[in-house]
């Protein structure tokens, strides 16, 4: 059974599952568990592509027509350095899609909200697809929609934490109210909480390190596929949801054995 595709900024995806390059032991592992992950965004950190080459050993890798290149920021600090990082790769990696991240504490990868709401006002007018990377703040996300980003990427929670949706409460709310697409980004740490992100109404999910630092990324990729296949699935369906009352819900007709 097909469900919904994705669309962000007029581009469409089959699947909801964007992934990493950071981690991985070597490049080729990098493509065989990204082949595998079915991902069709694929972020990589501008500071790790040697721009003035071609033949970058992570491009060259990752050069399949279903890849779209989503380059990232990671490593600026200020709405400054990420403007300058944006103009960086779109002339290098000719695309105008960006992933804005800023963080300019290196101990816990936070997001700066200010700084990123600044450069994404910018970089809109400028004429980048932006998706910024930011706390689970629901206010904070519909200022960034005002501005004209193309989708919003709350964290589960830190970047390489592996521990899930751990401000689940505020997604939901994200996912309630977000007008733009809504990409569950860090922590995901096991293709459950993937899975249940998309349960939740999530559009989509970015994983780097679960898949890249698992004992096989490969079939650590094939397995985040298929959650994020599932969980896509069950929220289509509308899962039957929890009684409000604390007593058992018997399954078949409670018919007692008559004598
Ligand atoms: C690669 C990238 O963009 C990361 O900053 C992203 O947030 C993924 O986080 P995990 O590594 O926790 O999956």
Redesign the pocket.
Known sequence: MLTKKLVIAGREFTSRLFT????FSSSVLMEEALLASGSELV?V?LKRVDVANAEDDILRHLAHPQFHLLP?T?GVRTAREAVFAAQLAREALETNWL?L?IHPDPKYLLPDPIETLKAAEELVKLGFVVLP?IHADPVLCKRLEEVGVAAVMP?GSP????KGLLTREFLEIIIGQSKVPVVV????GAPSHAAAALEMGADAV?????IAVAGNPVAMATAFRMAVEAGRMAYEARLAGPVAHTEAVASSPLTAFLD
């Open positions: 990493g390059t950071g981690k972020t950190a990232n990671s992933k991240e990377y964290l970047i390489g934490s592996n980004d860090a922590g995901i970015l994983v780097n390190t679960a």
